[in-house]
């Protein structure tokens, strides 16, 4: 079992930076893919991020390419995301998601982080 917590969202100016955390506990990253997801209110669930823990492989949604990066920490065992440049539409729910291989919905979720983006 693999519990997921999200940190560091809140409340930041259009054109400012934000980073959040993942943090695992009950066993490391080791061969998960770990992502982030966005959610909106009556929305679906859009991928944003993911990194492959083994070789730190990322890839990012069109949306966010040249502003957000995933980065992770071996030695704390967390999954960072570092987002620069947010815009208002940034603004939603930020999911953290471990895959130890099965699609996403099936993967572990943390509770998610409020990220808000005032113009």
């Known amino acids: 079992q693999v519990r997921l917590v999200e940190s560091g969202g809140g409340l930041v100016q259009a054109g400012g930076p934000l980073r959040l955390s993942c943090a695992a506990s009950g066993r490391t990253f080791s061969s998960y893919v770990v992502g982030w997801f966005r959610q909106a209110p009556g929305e679906e669930r859009e991928f944003v991020a993911a990194i492959s823990w083994n070789d730190g492989s990322a890839n990012y949604a069109d949306s966010v390419k040249g502003r957000f990066t995933i980065s992770r920490d071996i030695a704390r065992n967390t999954v960072s995301l570092q987002m620069n440049s947010l815009k208002p539409e940034d603004t939603d729910v930020y999911y953290c998601?471990?895959?130890?291989?099965?699609?996403?919905?099936?993967?572990?979720w943390g509770q998610g982080t409020q990220v808000t983006v005032s113009s």
């Open positions: 998601a471990a895959n130890p291989g099965v699609a996403w919905a099936n993967a572990y």
